[in-house]
Structure formats: structure tokens, C-alpha cells
T-cell receptor
């Protein structure tokens, strides 16, 4: 039973390029959350999605960031025109359908470095 | 707004001894969930233990237990019989609002000494 999968594990981009981060939830999980962890800090919520729907994007920066979770395929977090301040670890977590307090299981994260 | 406070940036414990990591929270929700995660130096986030706000018993998972004091709004993690592999960063989190998004504390770095 595979866990949450994220790829790539490491991503290097130059300023102004686009970064695409992928997340495949655990089998049977229909809820996906994205979090960002800056160096030496805790994780900060970005966005919560269910299949084909963005439920809560209150933690997403207003510009350059977008997320989707299509009917088929992984969830994608897209960062356009990256800047150095976007360098961070981006974690995806998934949980099964149910109450809002279901345990979230995390992927290994994508470490984004912007040069 | 929900908030998690972890007041111990770093902790040391001798191998085989028990250690308590502190966590206090603030929420206006009547129903909520509290979680602890471990982040070793390799970087992944590992789920350890969950406590529901209506659970009357303190949660336990192997060597991990959660000392839940609802009136004091605290949810301390107790690790018994510490092992060298327990050296990691530990995060307390609360499931917030209608969406279940997690609000994390700043974390506590635990070092287990041989």
C-alpha cells in the first residue's frame, strides 16, 4: 500500500521560471492538502483540494501560485515566475473521506531551490 | 483563530529515559483534533499520535502517549524509553475549522544522548 508520493524530490529553478510539483495521494484518499516549510520553521497551510475542487485556498499567495486536483492524475502545485523567497520544502498530505479531523499522511516533500 | 505554541526550541534526553514535549493550543472550535508529527533529519513528516477533543482517554501509540489536559488547553507528547532514533524535530498541530487544515507549532528539536 503505497504512501503519499511526491515528485520531484528536489527541484532547482532559476528566477522567473515555473515550478510544477506533483502529489499522488494514498489509495482511497480523496482529500489533498499542500503545506510549505521555510527553513527552521513549522509547516504552513497553503491549499486544500478534493477531486476537481479547491475547498480552501486561504494560505495560497494571491499571485503566481495555483493548485489543481483533476479527476484523473496527481494534484499539481504550480508556481509561476519563481523568486528566491519561494525556496522551501513543499509537502503534500492526503486523508480519507470522512470527518475533518481525519489523520493526514504526508509525502516526502519537494525541496525547491530558486537560484 | 487557531494557534499552537511549542515553547521548547530544543530538548535533550538520556537514552532509555522518558521525555515530555510541551504543546499548548488555542481554538474557538468545540470539536477539534490534535496531532503530533516527527520530522527526522531526512525531512519526511511522520504521523505519531492523534487526540480528539471529545476523547476521554489519553491517546497512546506504543512508546508515545499524549497528556491531554483540555481545561489547560495542553496536549503534551510523552516519549517513554527514548531511543537514539527518536532524535528529530517534533511538531504539534491542530485540525482547524471546517476544512481540517493543520495549524502547526514551531517545533521542538529533541536530541537523545547515548
Amino acid at each position: 500500500n503505497a504512501g503519499v508520493m511526491q515528485n520531484p524530490r528536489h527541484l532547482v529553478r532559476r528566477r522567473g521560471q515555473e515550478a510544477r510539483l506533483r502529489c499522488s495521494p494514498m489509495k482511497g484518499h480523496s482529500h489533498v492538502y499542500w503545506y510549505r516549510q521555510l527553513p527552521e520553521e513549522g509547516l504552513k497551510f497553503m491549499v486544500y483540494l478534493q477531486k476537481e475542487n479547491i475547498i480552501d485556498e486561504s494560505g495560497m499567495p494571491k499571485e503566481r501560485f495555483s493548485a489543481e486536483f483533476p479527476k484523473e492524475g496527481p494534484s499539481i502545485l504550480r508556481i509561476q515566475q519563481v523568486v528566491r523567497g519561494d525556496s522551501a520544502a513543499y509537502f503534500c498530505a492526503s486523508s480519507p473521506p470522512g470527518t475533518r479531523q481525519e489523520t493526514q499522511y504526508f509525502g516526502p516533500g519537494t525541496r525547491l531551490l530558486v537560484l | 483563530a487557531q494557534k499552537i505554541t511549542q515553547t521548547q526550541p530544543g530538548m535533550f534526553v538520556q537514552e532509555k529515559e522518558a521525555v515530555t514535549l510541551d504543546c499548548t493550543y488555542d481554538t474557538s472550535d468545540q470539536s477539534y483534533g490534535l496531532f503530533w508529527y516527527k520530522q527526522p533529519s531526512s525531512g519526511e513528516m511522520i504521523f505519531l499520535i492523534y487526540q480528539g477533543s471529545y476523547d476521554e482517554q489519553n491517546a497512546t501509540e506504543g512508546r508515545y502517549s499524549l497528556n491531554f489536559q483540555k481545561a489547560r488547553k495542553s496536549a503534551n507528547l510523552v516519549i517513554s524509553a527514548s531511543q537514539l532514533g527518536d532524535s528529530a524535530m517534533y511538531f504539534c498541530a491542530i485540525a482547524s475549522g471546517n476544512t481540517g487544515k493543520l495549524i502547526f507549532g514551531q517545533g521542538t528539536t529533541l536530541q537523545v544522548k547515548p
